[in-house]
């Protein structure tokens, strides 16, 4: 059984950063892409950010130049660094990851929870 958590969420100002993790654990081989979607309330989850295995990287028009997505393999676990933060930054953040649990087995998209980020006017 594989297990994402996320985080690293809060309330903070307009302006101000936060640091989201998501840690993967349990029986993993390997990790394809992880990322990172949000959903507020009232709207569909939309995707924020996703790194792949070569470190390659996408973001959301919206995130771009303030969001930074980051991966530390040996610890299974992704990052969003969240700098000047909008309040339509506002949602539940979710991280995914695409799993395997062996050698030649197929990736499987696990989720996390979610955390709550609220930023503040």
């Known amino acids: 059984q594989v297990q994402l958590v996320e985080s690293g969420g809060g309330l903070v100002q307009v302006g101000g950063s936060l640091r989201l993790s998501c840690a993967a654990s349990g029986s993993i081989f390997g990790i394809n892409e992880m990322g990172w979607y949000r959903q507020a309330p009232g709207k569909e989850r939309e995707l924020v950010a996703v790194i792949r295995s070569g470190d390659t990287t996408n973001y959301a028009d919206s995130v771009k130049g303030r969001f930074t997505i980051s991966r530390d393999n040996a610890k299974n676990t992704a990052y969003l660094q969240m700098n000047s933060l909008k309040p339509e930054d506002t949602a539940v953040y979710f991280c995914?990851?695409?799993?395997?649990?062996?050698?030649?087995?197929?990736?499987?998209?696990?989720w996390g929870q979610g955390t709550q980020v609220s930023v503040s006017s």
């Open positions: 995914n990851a695409a799993v395997r649990t062996y050698y030649t087995g197929p990736y499987y998209i696990r």
